[in-house]
């Protein structure tokens, strides 16, 4: 699904598990994985506030690079930092359709927003 009308929704995996203290240090891939399973009626059914249909990119990096990516959520492996990875997701697709990232990393909040990105935070996955 990559239709410039449909909204790009960018989700930095490190900053939205790290969100929750459930034990995800113990198995940072496995962590990855119930992000995306989590996120997978988002395509469709997109958050409030934010009507679906919407592409989902999950931005995974270092253990969990090599996450797989599911049915609805394209998992993009970061080679080095996630956040240099989001940026460039970012300045690939804004301009030509709306893009929003989720994070509540402050810098990388800046560096999205100064591209034209909007942004929310983890709380926004909370109902999932």
């Known amino acids: 699904m990559h239709d410039a009308e449909v909204p790009l929704l960018v989700v930095d995996a490190a900053n939205v598990v790290g969100s929750r203290p459930d034990g995800w240090w113990r198995d940072r891939k496995g962590a990855n994985e119930r992000l995306r ?21 999950l931005v995974v990096e ?24 989001i940026v460039e997701l970012v300045a690939d697709h804004v301009g030509r359709r709306d893009v929003i990232v989720v994070t509540a990393d402050r810098e990388l909040r800046e560096r999205v927003t100064d591209l034209g990105a909007r942004v929310v935070g983890p709380s926004a996955l909370s109902h999932l």
């Open 37 to 57: 399973d989590r996120l997978s009626g988002v395509a469709a059914a997109g958050l409030p506030g934010m009507a679906g249909p919407v592409e989902v990119n």
């Open 62 to 85: 270092g253990r969990a690079r090599d996450v797989a990516s599911g049915e609805t959520v394209t998992a993009v492996a970061a080679p080095r930092s996630g956040d240099d990875r």
